[in-house]
């Protein structure tokens, strides 16, 4: 199981360092640079406990187009008001079963996944298309996985807690360098088991909502847990 709390990047080390290095300080940064590698895997692996949070998304709607704040990488469903919206992928302006193109605010209550644009910053940030005319005082809230950032500090939170998915998505990174894909392919595969019983015991007798995002001219599943 996880911790009881998210660890630093210091303990995180004291737990972890003889796994990729031989100096417990890290004073090369081995440790760090395959903690990041592993933690990045692990989170563009799925979205695991504490990978997802509600977020207040009102401030952040220009013309009925929302920009995702920057912590954030994808925006997993969303309600205006409190009443739930659809997400729908870019293409469904494309399908002949679907709006055709529509322009914000001009076609009802879909939501449209705009994709990654660049802002000023040179940070890609994830754009949604309102289609209904925004309500300046309706709230709009947004189930949101967190977005991978590098840890750079001792002080820094590793987002994943658990210590063996950690343990063994870095012995999957170090035998990967090694050259021997077979090990590293098991360790992968023992942090995914990892992580994966640890959600079904942390979800035990919670009923869980099966969504549907629409996708061109029929259904694609996606699972939000």
Not at 99 to 121: C, H, K, M, Q, Y
Request: glycine share 8%; charged share 25%; with cysteine.
């Amino acid at each position: 199981m996880a911790n009881e709390r998210p660890i630093t990047v210091a303990e995180g080390r004291n737990l972890l360092w003889r796994y990729t290095t031989a100096d417990q300080t890290d004073a090369d940064g081995r440790f760090l640079f395959r903690l990041n590698q592993a933690v990045e895997r692990i989170v563009s692996s799925g979205v695991w406990e504490g990978e997802k949070e509600s977020v207040n998304l009102s401030s952040y709607i220009t013309d009925e187009v929302l920009s995702l704040p920057y912590t954030y990488d994808t925006m997993m469903g969303v309600h205006v008001g409190g009443s739930p919206r659809t997400i729908y992928s870019e293409d469904i302006e494309f399908s002949v079963s679907g709006p055709g193109a529509v322009d914000p605010g001009e076609g009802g209550n879909r939501v449209i996944d705009l994709g990654f644009e660049t802002n000023s910053l040179g940070q890609s940030i994830r754009k949604y298309k309102f289609l209904s005319s925004s309500d300046a005082s309706a709230e709009v809230i947004g189930r949101c996985r967190k977005r991978f950032q590098y840890m750079v500090s001792d002080s820094d939170l590793i987002p994943i807690g658990n210590i063996g998915a950690l343990k063994n998505a870095i012995l999957c990174i170090h035998f990967e360098d090694e050259g021997d894909t077979d090990r590293a392919e098991i360790y992968w595969q023992r942090a995914m088991r990892t992580l994966n019983d640890e959600r079904t015991l942390t979800h035990t007798g919670v009923n869980k909502p099966a969504p549907f995002q629409p996708f061109v001219t029929g259904s694609k599943p996606i699972s939000m847990y």
